[in-house]
């Protein structure tokens, strides 16, 4: 199956400021997605990115908190705007592999907001 | 869309033991996935299975798609085992909803 490499893998950030999270993976993807697990919780779906078209975003999240960029197959990054302690979570970005592996996860960024 | 429902939410083991976790799902999947998060948050898939019977190493698996739902075998469970266990479906959207999860905990 593909190799997804996600960094940073774990950051603690103040209030306010942005993190950038990337994922690059080792093939050409059409579609990735990134998910939200929040403390002691099950993951959430963010938002869809398929290249050359806007992220689709479940109801919840917004672009202007989570902006998501897909610039080719292999890469994208979602930004954390404006952080609060309740952003405090694991982000992981994901790929479908349909037919042979199912979806594969990054390792997964720890988000700590103080 | 899907729902998925594990049980049970938590699990207390003494190594060695064997267990059974499960995995209802409500609708036709065309995927059924299942993962193990270990405690660094690093989430492994363990099987992909749609249907039938796989089997790697200690662990194996069953999903009766026609009765919607999947079974996870932990056999001769080591402390290793410990962490959070999801099973993921999916339908004609081809997006996976996760359950809740069971929490296993493996002591020595």
């Known amino acids: 199956s593909a190799v997804i490499s996600q960094k940073p893998s774990r950051d603690i950030c103040q209030r306010g400021t942005s993190l950038t999270i990337q994922c690059q993976v080792d093939s050409q993807v059409t579609m990735m997605f990134w998910y939200r697990q929040q403390p002691g919780q099950s993951l959430t779906l963010i938002a869809t990115a398929n290249q050359g078209s806007e992220a689709t975003y479940e109801s919840g999240f917004v672009i202007d908190k989570f902006p998501i960029s897909r610039p080719n197959l292999t890469f994208s990054t979602l930004t954390v705007s404006n952080m609060s302690p309740e952003d405090s979570s694991i982000y992981l970005c994901?790929?479908?592999?349909?037919?042979?592996?199912?979806?594969?996860f990054g390792s997964g960024t720890r988000l700590t907001v103080v | 869309g899907i729902q998925v429902e594990q049980s049970p939410p938590d699990l207390i083991l003494q190594e060695g033991a064997n267990s059974t976790l499960r995995c209802n799902f409500s609708d036709s999947v065309n995927n059924l996935q299942w993962f193990h998060q270990n405690p660094w948050g690093q989430l492994i898939n363990l099987f992909y299975i749609p249907s039938g019977t796989k089997q790697n190493g200690r662990l194996s698996a069953t999903t009766v798609a026609t009765e919607r739902y999947s079974l996870l075998y932990i056999s001769s469970s080591q402390t290793t085992d410990s962490g959070v266990y999801f099973c993921a479906a999916s339908g004609g959207s081809y997006i996976p909803t996760f359950g809740r999860g069971t929490s296993l905990i493996v002591h020595p």
């Open positions: 994901s790929i479908s592999e349909p037919f042979n592996y199912g979806y594969t």
